[in-house]
Structure formats: C-alpha cells, structure tokens
C-alpha cells in the first residue's frame, strides 16, 4: 500500500483509497494505477509529478469524478463517488470541485463573463446573481476590462485566467489543474502560479495540480511522485 497523507488536523476535502486502474482485459492488461492513497485537506497545495504515461492525467480524472478506479474508494467532501449515479457525481463536482486543464476548453461562441457564469447556471443559480458573482471573479483574477471579450480576443494567460476563474467560481472545496501552465510563456506561467498562490491564500481551496513544471511544484506544500503508476 502506498500512503500520501499529510499531518495536518484540518478537514479533508478529497481523499483516495487504494485506488487502482488498469486498462485492457487479460494478459493484455495494463495497469495504470497501483493502489494509491491520497489524502487532501482543506487550503492545502499538493502537485503531482512523474513523467509522460506515468498515470497523472488518469488519477486527476478518477480524484474528479470523471473516471471510475476498478478498485478503491474515492471521495469528496466525505462523499464516495461510488455510492452516487453520474447524475449525482455531476452535481458533486459542480458543488465541490473545480477545473483548469493545459487548453482552457472555454467556450468560444461565448464572452469570459459567459464562461464564467456557465457552472454558476448548470448549479441553477438566477441568471442575475451568477452574472455578479462571475464579474466578481473576473474582477479578483484582474479580468474585470475583459468580461465582454470573447477567448479569441484573450491572449493565452488571460484565457487561462478565465478557466481559473470559471473553477472558483463555485467556491469549490478543491481545484483540479491538469498541466495548467503547460502552454504558457515563462511571464504568462509566473503570472498564472502567482495568482494560484494568492487565490489560495485568500480563498483557502485546496489545489491538486499535476504538472511538468518543478517551479510550480516547488511553490506547493507537497509534491507527490507518480512512477509506473504507484507513488512514490
């Protein structure tokens, strides 16, 4: 068994239990993720390291609610993903759980302040309040002369901007970043982990970001090692 937990007392947001992946069926097999067990509290900043094909991306996916571990338990908020339909997953992620991705996956027909008021109205949320809350956002992640400009009209740390602050919008107890400052020049990547730092200290949600950059991953409280699929 493999154990990652810190020795914090405060509350854990997201936590894994022997989780294990594996694709393929019989001798062609492959396992992904060996028994992992990570434990998340609340405010913390933990990366996730290793090298290309190492299992991250499928971790951060199961840790999300996105994809299903064959074994082990996961949950969030001190829910099990597994007691839940996807209908329940879905709102679970929606209540509790952010995402930034390498490519932000805004929507390109519509403006930053409809991006980021999209998770806002899916949670059923007045179309009024989501739009003040999203310019709200907008404005703390210094967006607030950018509500009305569509994602071809941002340049790439300003739209990675808008995915952040498409994630925190919701007050979500965890942010998911998968490669968030991957695509990013040195000045727009410093830009963006600076205000992953700030947001963090001032919101207090947790982050969880699996990452190349060793900078990045220096900045966080911990660093976790995914090599062959087990960590390290």
Do not use: W
């Not at 914090?8 to 022997?18: E, G, Q």
């Not at 390291?49 to 996961?74: F, H, Q, R």
């Not at 107890?173 to 490669?179: Q, S």
Request: negative net charge.
């Amino acid at each position: 068994m493999n154990s990652s937990a810190p020795s914090s007392s405060t509350t854990s947001v997201l936590n894994c239990t022997d989780v294990s992946k594996h694709y393929g069926e019989g001798a062609l097999a492959v396992s992904v993720l060996k028994d992992i067990n990570i434990d998340i509290r609340s405010g913390e900043r933990v990366a996730i390291v290793g090298a290309s094909g190492s299992g991250k991306s499928t971790l951060l996916n199961i840790l999300g609610g996105l994809d299903v571990p064959d074994a082990g338990e996961v949950s969030v908020a001190g829910e099990l993903l597994s007691s839940m339909s996807a209908d329940e997953r879905g709102f679970l992620r929606n209540r509790n759980l952010g995402f930034v991705y390498q490519f932000h996956h805004l929507l390109p027909e519509f403006t930053a302040l409809e991006n980021v008021c999209m998770p806002l109205l899916i949670g059923k949320m007045s179309k009024s309040l989501a739009k003040e809350k999203a310019t709200l956002m907008l404005q703390r992640v210094g967006l607030g002369h950018r509500l009305e400009h569509k994602p071809s009209e941002l340049s790439g740390g300003e739209r990675q901007r808008v995915a952040i602050a498409r994630a925190l919008v919701t007050s979500p107890a965890c942010v998911l970043m998968d490669e968030p400052t991957g695509n990013l020049d040195t000045h727009s990547a410093d830009s963006i982990q600076q205000l992953m730092l700030e947001l963090n200290q001032s919101i207090g949600t947790s982050f969880i970001v699996v990452t190349h950059d060793l900078r990045l991953a220096a900045k966080m409280d911990r660093t976790l090692t995914l090599a062959d699929g087990v960590l390290l």
